[in-house]
């Protein structure tokens, strides 16, 4: 029997789950507690709830086993092509010249985001700083049996050597840029940070650095300086990053300082613009998907085989073929080579000519258009079906974490009543 059709066969359980599973699997009590342990606030997890009230589902979602595999399947392969010489000069390329200076690290908490077809999970891109872990390895942990149709479903999460795999992790990229001994001064580095969206996770990092005796700070990118051989934030001199900027190449003015110390080697920064180059430009996927070009490159068979089958057909929109793919675009997604959590990304069935105007004077990808899988949920007075995607995180292929986000709309968004992240767990 073939691995398509032990899929498809396997499929139908989960699915019944999916859709007729309504009980409640989270136990918030738990998980404040686990976030009490993390921050020593025991108001950390009422605040959280309270400004992000549909950051956390309380629902699973159920996934066979062997689709679970099939996209740890394609994480490998596509690690496997990155190693690969002429791979990486192809997708070096078109990358920014920064993206040359290769000073060790692999990049921390890589995401592979994936949509679950009948014939098999489906990639729909990868992401270098990948958002959520911190928070939903709590939530992991925070689960209840539930559903007995659901016999001993397992949490495939890696949940519970969740904190071990992150400090090997940074201390791997500490040692990957030739420093020895514990990890120096850390700070996690964005624009704005008490900004952002996922600012509490921002903090759950900090903590977790500090637990481990090591100095930590949350960091405004803008605020960098860099004088005399050293990164300071505040005063303090920063050794390492844990870089959470949507400037994957440091072009902008206000980054100078951080850039000019990672060209020098002051600083280990992990993700690094690098590591976006070679995995994150959505470019890549042109070649990720077409598996003859990737035996070309070197990779073997089963590994080029699986990544034409789980990468979705995706292209670049040039004036070559903007005329057809015009004419086709309710069958494509349309994304900016160089975005992120769906900004400026277009489903084709909605595109105004106006906005078709902008992508052919931008620099986007064609993506085939898969529709993500689905999960219902109840709510006080009727159920819903939320729209469900997979993210795997990984370090240097290896998985540290797996996630759902359940959620309506054109892209995942947190704010969808009953959605948010949701643990995964394989039938």
Sequence with gaps: MSEQKLIQDASSKPDRLNENCFCVTLDRSILCQAFERETGDAEFCAKLLETHPHLFSNVALFTPAAMFERMLGVVRAIEAAVRLPAYREAVLSWAPEIARYDPGPVGAFMGYDFHLEADGPKLIEINTNAGGAFLTAPLARAQRSCCLDAGRAANQSNAGEFEAAVLLMFQEEWSRQ?????????????????????????????RFFEQRGFAAAIADGRRLAYEGSKLTFAGQTIELVYNRLV?????????????????????VVTPNPRA???????????????????????????????????VLRTVSVTPENAESLWSKRKAFFFKPTGGYGGKAAYRGDKLTKSVWNQIQAGSYVAQAFAPPGTRAIRLEQSSEVLKADVRLYTYDGG??????????????????PGGGFAPVFQI
């Design 399 to 416: 998985l540290l974490l797996s996630a759902a986000r359940l959620y309506q709309g054109q892209t995942t968004n947190f704010r969808t």
């Design 247 to 267: 400037d994957f190449s440091f072009a902008q003015r206000e980054h100078s300082a951080l850039r000019s110390a990672y060209l020098d080697g002051a600083v």
């Design 276 to 310: 976006h180059a070679l995995f994150a430009d959505k470019r890549n996927l042109t070649l990720l998907c077409d598996s003859a070009s990737l035996r070309d490159f070197g990779l073997g068979a089963k590994e080029a085989d699986a990544l034409g089958a789980g």
């Design 178 to 206: 030739g420093r020895s001994g514990g990890l120096g001064r850390v700070a996690i580095v964005d624009d704005d940070p008490e900004a952002q969206y996922l600012f509490p996770e921002f903090v759950l990092a900090q």
